[in-house]
């Protein structure tokens, strides 16, 4: 089922008109979790461009940037922001950088679709927000870093507490978009923080989980999950970038507006890219293309401030 904002937003945006009809074959590899987003986007692109055909080979996202470097994919889909190894890779082999498109909105609360990152504190913990900049000295390094609740403004018995960090793997790509939304350039993880990655076997609890079950039994911790693993003892803290702190919700997920929202890209070759790759991602970033990641439910439509920025910068 849609949301009112994300139907609101799909609705804005200019509708996809074919000035011209093209022809092909498009090889896409990379995100299975993409997948049904991928299939609406295609079953809705071929009611205006009947004579493209796609042929999807989504066996992981780790697959996606190789695929369109090696000429085996004309897109590549990531379930996630670009690694800079994958840019590297990409540039050593074409001798220029790969054009990254935004296509959807991550999701508020679904494992797996790239959800916003939210950051929790036990339910006793009478803070109420944080701003990027608190959020870069809690969970950073240097000499402005954070050790105690009263520099984050707390007063009398929580002043001299400790604060104790709880977050993703260093190496999980929550913990790398975290880094980068929220650390300057060359700065690194506080060497405090406790690293969690999903536990083995088909039972295992998510990362996630387990963040949130470490702080919600740690009256003095804070930590980096997403709300779908939220519990009654712990609450997410608003988030200031500029301005208003902003609470995480699905509205302000899908407009933007929360700092620590995220995205999912393809990926392509913006100098060999066929006429074919051209109009599918004119068509992904139209009214019918967000319509689609509405439909499917799990992603979040683009908003049209972004959507008309991915458009320029793909010279449309």
Not at 236 to 262: C, D, M, Q
Request: glycine letters at 10%; a negative charge.
């Amino acid at each position: 089922m849609g949301h009112p904002t994300a139907e609101a937003q799909a609705a804005a945006l200019p509708e996809y008109v074919a000035t011209r009809q093209v022809a092909g074959v498009i090889h896409t590899w990379g995100s299975p979790q993409m997948g049904d987003l991928l299939r609406l986007y295609e079953a809705a692109f071929a009611k205006v461009q009947p004579q493209v055909r796609f042929e999807d080979s989504l066996k992981s996202t780790v697959t996606a940037v190789a695929g369109v470097y090696t000429g085996r994919a004309e897109i590549g889909l990531l379930g996630r922001e670009i690694w800079p190894v994958e840019e590297m890779a990409f540039a050593s082999v074409e001798g220029h950088a790969p054009t990254v498109v935004e296509v959807a909105t991550g999701s508020y609360d679904v494992p797996k679709a790239t959800f916003a990152l939210m950051v929790f504190v036990p339910r006793g913990n009478p803070l109420a927000s944080v701003s990027m900049e608190q959020l870069r000295r809690v969970f950073g390094g240097g000499e402005t870093a954070v050790h105690t609740w009263g520099e984050l403004g707390l007063k009398g018995a929580w002043a001299k507490r400790p604060v104790h960090l709880y977050g993703f793997s260093r190496d999980n790509d929550k913990a790398q978009i975290f880094s980068k939304l929220v650390f300057h350039a060359g700065e690194s993880w506080n060497c405090g923080l406790r690293e969690f990655a999903n536990e083995a076997g088909a039972n295992g609890a998510d990362a996630g989980e387990l963040i949130v079950r470490a702080v919600e039994k740690d009256p003095d911790g804070i930590g980096i999950s997403n709300v779908h693993y939220a519990t009654a003892g712990v609450r997410a803290l608003a988030v200031a970038a500029e301005g208003a702190a902003i609470v995480p919700s699905k509205e302000s997920v899908a407009n933007r507006s929360y700092p620590l929202s995220r995205a999912v890209y393809v990926v392509v070759d913006g100098k060999t890219a066929s006429d074919a790759v051209r109009e599918f991602l004119r068509f992904v970033l139209s009214r019918q293309g967000q319509e689609a990641v509405v439909q499917e439910g799990n992603y979040l439509p683009l908003t049209a401030e972004v959507a008309v920025r991915e458009l320029r910068e793909l010279g449309q």
